[in-house]
């Protein structure tokens, strides 16, 4: 059975519908696939009625921005309760950070001549959430730089003129909605953000003790050595295991539904906590 317990759609910045995930997903043989939107649930209903019709199971879910020490992290909540108010109140709550953020963002590019960047963005954006992302493919569109990672480094990213400060959430405050929700908490992608091993089992270890349940061993396609190494961090802090594409958009191999290879018997599979 493949579990792939992260994935995105156009609610938040990927490409897809939530049926088109879905059917995507059953085409490359998941079984139980997780929607995880960046800071919203906005496709999971729709998601769990392809769903059932595809005769695959959806796990509901979420991706938050959460904050440790000078930089972000992002906390996957697996099993969340749309309808949980505490849920919904936390959704409230990033959203307006998200925007007064991406306000911040519109005022620096329109000092750098670019006056209609925030419009510009907003349509990009569609019907997902407005991030940064948006504003990069925006200076792609308007010809002001060639791709997108041009974009970070010459407007968005650290110490350029649009990059604007933000302090999210503490890992503690996310957990706590993320478990106030019914859901358990996965620290995503642990070896993505650029930290030294050591700084990286600072990391697991402080997500353990902010109340963590699990953390991704697998994101995507990467070494075997990376992934043994990662379960051996989690298994000695009694953590579980989760694995996912972390899918944006078709045509990425590299992080394809399904595609990353199966959870080594060492680990403890989340999937238990939830059910399987
Ligand atoms: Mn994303
Ligand atoms: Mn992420
Ligand atoms: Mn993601």
Not at 44 to 52: F, G, I, Q
Not at 94 to 100: G, K, L, S
Not at 172 to 190: K, M, R, S, T, Y
Request: hydrophobic share 45%; glycine share 10%.
């Amino acid at each position: 059975m493949i579990f792939d317990l992260h994935s995105h759609t156009y609610f938040s910045d990927g490409a897809l519908s939530p049926e088109a995930l879905v059917e995507r997903a059953k085409a490359r043989g998941v079984s139980v696939l997780a929607i995880t939107d960046h800071d919203t649930i906005a496709g999971v209903d729709l998601a769990h009625k392809a769903a059932v019709k595809a005769g695959i199971q959806l796990i509901g879910g979420i991706e938050f921005s959460s904050q440790w020490g000078k930089g972000g992290v992002h906390i996957v909540g697996l099993g969340v309760s749309p309808a949980s108010p505490e849920l919904q109140a936390a959704i409230d709550f990033q959203e307006q950070a998200r925007a007064a953020r991406s306000l911040a963002i519109s005022e620096r590019l329109s000092r750098a001549g670019f006056p209609d960047a925030l419009a510009g963005a907003r349509e990009i954006a569609g019907a997902g959430t407005l991030g940064r992302p948006h504003f990069a493919q925006y200076l792609v569109k308007v010809g002001a730089v060639k791709n997108v990672n041009a974009a970070f480094k010459k407007y968005l990213g650290a110490g350029k003129p649009a990059d604007v400060k933000y302090q999210w959430p503490l890992m503690d405050q996310v957990i706590g909605w993320i478990h106030a929700a019914g859901g358990f908490a996965v620290l995503a992608h642990p070896a993505k953000y650029e930290l030294t091993r050591m700084k990286m089992c600072a990391l697991v270890d402080a997500f353990a003790a902010a109340g963590g349940d699990a953390v991704e061993v697998i994101s995507g396609v990467q070494p075997a050595s990376l992934t043994q190494d990662l379960i051996k961090i989690v298994n000695a802090r009694s953590l579980y295991s989760s694995c996912g594409s972390d899918f944006h958009i078709p045509d990425q191999p590299w992080q394809e539904l399904g595609s990353f290879g199966v959870l080594p018997d060492e680990a403890k599979p989340v999937w238990n906590l939830l059910g399987f």
